[in-house]
């Protein structure tokens, strides 16, 4: 079989992998949402295409192609954090053909190939194409906006190689942070180094070079692609031996026996399972690490600077702060314990003592992004009142729409292999519709009840719909439970494939 076969046959099984996957009903009707919140995104880059055409066009200052890549910087970063949530590494959709006599490298190359190529990487062109007709079409003509069109797309496919490398690299190994850090940090050198006008002058003029086709810079920009394509296929071919092979295993670690746990009983138990969990476990690990990090970085940020001070983003980073280790975390619930559900489903109730201990567990974590951001109270940009009334909305109803997902979250998470394995999360499009809603859910129903009420009584409302999800979690908790039950020979099917 020469190569092009082998990417004939690779693309003909990557279109039909969602088929074969047993969530393939559930994210059906989840696509749909999702296509829904995708075609929203739509008309919002094509809105935001027209008041950037507007403000250009009266401009004359700035061309509208110097406009583009003056903002291209924060666009190229926004890309970026997105795809984390959307976009499947290559060595990831490598392992079903890993005992196939067949070239490992040409499987990569393939997959590289198709995420390059994926309708994904066009959703930029919403902004772009508005944009170049209104504001470079008629000031440059056909020719010159079709090489300011093809640019900003390559542009777009060299982050998405970027994004590949990077993802490879921290799935081995959370120290790589350090490398997108270090390369955007670069980027916005000229804002750190003097004002955010500075950056837009600096970049403006990458505009000319590539509107009108300079043959120097396409040739540096190919240049860095074919760089970052052969990095690639070295750096996952390295990271998917070495997982195969076992290379780098390490030896279990005496873990404290949390004695003091045994007076809490089964819950004490279970809490116990949690702990060891994050303890032992690369991948629950590192989810429980990121959270932690980024709720400590955004507390900080939102504490001590004035970034997110107007009336949307201080009420949508607030409900994030508290929501962020659910979103991460709390929404793979069922994921990891898919790799030994045979055992809970041992004893009467295990599933509940589980679901509940999780609860408290994650209930007890809010006091973390709490003592981080008292010291808005005494700052005050924050009231208690609207910290607590968050806090306990979060731990209501925003923790009660997470734990759904226990009934629907049918595939088991590999605790420690990350390099060849998926995520539940990046295959099973439901979980992304949840994270949405609890992020975006509590911002929506805070500007409403602010257009009736003052802000006393929207929190307090918020505040007292919190604690009945709370006083009465044992109900609502019980519920999933019975509907996990009523279909635990499907979940324990997919779980087991």
């Known amino acids: ?48 295409a027209i008041i950037l055409s507007l403000s250009v066009n009266g401009s004359s200052w700035i061309e509208g192609y110097e406009m583009m890549f003056a903002i291209l910087p924060f666009i190229l970063a926004l890309d970026f954090l997105l795809r984390f949530m959307l976009q499947q590494t290559p060595t990831q959709l490598i392992h079903p053909y890993l005992i196939l006599p067949m070239p490992k490298r040409s499987c990569i190359e393939a997959f590289l190939i198709f995420s390059m190529l994926s309708g994904g990487n066009l959703i930029w062109l919403a902004l772009f194409v508005p944009f170049s007709i209104m504001s470079v079409l008629f000031q440059t003509g056909v020719f010159h906006t079709l090489s300011f069109l093809i640019s900003l797309q390559l542009f777009i496919v060299m982050n998405s190689l970027f994004y590949n490398l990077c993802r490879t ?21 000229p804002w750190i180094l003097n004002d955010i006008g500075y950056i837009f002058e600096f970049y403006a003029h990458g505009g000319e070079f590539f509107t009108y086709a300079n043959p120097l810079a396409y040739l540096c920009l190919l240049c860095v692609l074919i760089l970052l394509f052969l990095v690639n296929i070295k750096i996952q071919g390295y990271y998917v031996y070495k997982e195969v092979s076992g290379q780098g295993s390490k030896q279990l670690k005496r873990v404290s026996t949390f004695n003091f746990l045994n007076r809490f009983g089964e819950t004490g138990e279970f809490l116990k399972l949690e702990i060891k969990s994050i303890m032992r476990n690369k991948n629950v690990r590192s989810s429980f690490v990121i959270g932690t990090i980024i709720t400590g970085i955004l507390s900080l940020i939102i504490a001590y600077t004035d ?97 759904q997902m226990a009934v629907y979250n049918r595939q088991s998470i590999p605790l420690n292999t990350k390099i060849i394995a998926k995520g539940s999360v990046e ?32 929190y307090i409302i918020l505040l007292t719909t919190g604690m009945l999800f709370i006083v009465f979690h044992e109900v609502w908790l019980r519920n999933i439970y019975r509907r996990f039950m009523a279909r635990r020979y499907v979940n324990m099917d997919s779980f087991r494939a």
């Open 1 to 48: 079989m020469n190569r092009l076969q082998i990417y004939r046959s690779l693309y003909e099984h990557n279109k039909l992998k969602s088929r074969r996957s047993p969530i393939f009903e559930q994210n059906t009707v989840a696509k749909v949402f999702v296509g829904i919140g995708a075609a929203f995104t739509v008309l919002y880059l094509v809105f935001i």
């Open 307 to 403: 970034i997110y001070s107007d009336s949307f983003s201080s009420k949508f980073w607030l409900v994030y702060v508290f929501v962020l280790y659910g979103a991460i975390t709390l929404v793979k619930v069922m994921g990891y314990e898919g790799n030994y559900i045979d055992g809970l489903m041992v004893h009467k109730e295990n599933i509940l003592a589980l679901l509940r201990t999780k609860y408290y567990f994650y209930i007890s974590l809010l006091a973390f992004p709490m003592l981080l951001m008292l010291p808005t109270v005494f700052s005050g940009k924050y009231t208690l009142l609207q910290l607590v009334s968050i806090a306990l909305f979060t731990a209501g109803p925003e923790f009660c729409i997470l734990m």
């Open 169 to 189: 690299l921290i799935s081995n190994n959370i120290l790589w942070w350090a490398v997108p850090i270090s390369v955007y940090a670069l980027i916005f050198t």
């Open 427 to 458: 295959t099973n499009w439901l979980p992304v519709v949840a994270e949405f809603v609890v992020m975006f859910l509590p911002v929506i129903i805070i500007s409403i009840l602010s257009a009736f009420f003052s802000d006393l009584v929207t």
